[in-house]
């Protein structure tokens, strides 16, 4: 079985802080997806990484996807109140488990004005 | 463009009685998945649809779930008894091909609370 840990669980911050989520793995996943979750609406998919240390970056928001393609990092600049929500990592498998999204237990961001 | 529909949005029953999801994925994705989120946790896939077919429901349990898409078009989700720990939100996706990392796109979600 695949698991993912994300840390931290929560993360209560003021605007204009940094932070940093990440998320781990022993397993090795062909991709890895982020998402965003607001309360009462589905996840919304905000990056896909596929190559061993790659580096994307989406506004104020930047992923990284670790050498052995088993962790990855959302980092946010200069967070604002606009960001809050849950962040998710999910793994694509490869393998026998080709294609099948693992989610991470989400972190819970709250950024304050 | 209209994205994933579900309803209801909201259920609340007593145990053992059932209840049903339906969902209306975007026009044209062939695939359709079915997953629960628990409060606190990540979605789980429950169930993957490639047009009617379904292709993995390796994680329903099938003694109490159900699921079917018969025209390859909407889906329902059943559960029958629902029991406690049934409590969940019930997400519907869909995608337009089935390849690794294609974008799903998920819908509100029902939440089912069971008394």
């Known amino acids: 079985t695949q698991l993912l840990e994300q840390s931290p669980q929560f993360l209560s911050i003021q605007e204009g802080e940094n932070l940093t989520v990440y998320c781990n793995s022993s397993?090795?996943?062909?991709?890895l997806q982020w998402y965003r979750q607001e309360p009462g609406e589905g996840p919304v998919l905000l990056v896909t990484v596929v190559t061993g240390g790659e580096v994307k970056k989406l506004k104020r928001l930047t992923f990284q996807f670790g050498d052995a393609r088993k962790d990855s990092s959302l980092h946010i600049t200069a967070a604002q109140p606009g960001d809050t929500g849950l962040y998710l990592c999910a793994g694509v498998g490869g393998g026998t488990s080709y294609g099948k999204l693992t989610f991470g237990q989400g972190t819970i961001l709250t950024v304050h004005p | 463009e209209a994205g994933v529909v579900q309803s209801p949005r909201y259920k609340i029953i007593e145990k053992k009685q059932p209840v049903a999801f339906w969902c209306n994925p975007i026009?044209?994705?062939?695939?359709l998945y079915w997953y629960r989120q628990n409060l606190g946790q990540g979605p789980e896939l429950l169930i993957r649809y490639e047009n009617e077919e379904a292709v993995d429901d390796s994680q329903l349990p099938k003694d109490r779930f159900s699921a079917e898409r018969l025209k390859g078009v909407d889906s329902t989700l059943k559960i029958q008894p629902a029991e406690l720990g049934d409590s969940a939100v019930y997400l519907c996706?869909?995608?337009?091909?089935?390849?690794?990392?294609?974008?799903?796109?998920f819908g509100p979600g029902t939440r089912l609370l069971v008394l």
């Open positions: 026009s044209g994705h062939n695939t």
């Open positions: 996706a869909s995608s337009s091909l089935w390849t690794p990392g294609e974008t799903q796109y």
């Open positions: 397993s090795v996943f062909s991709s």
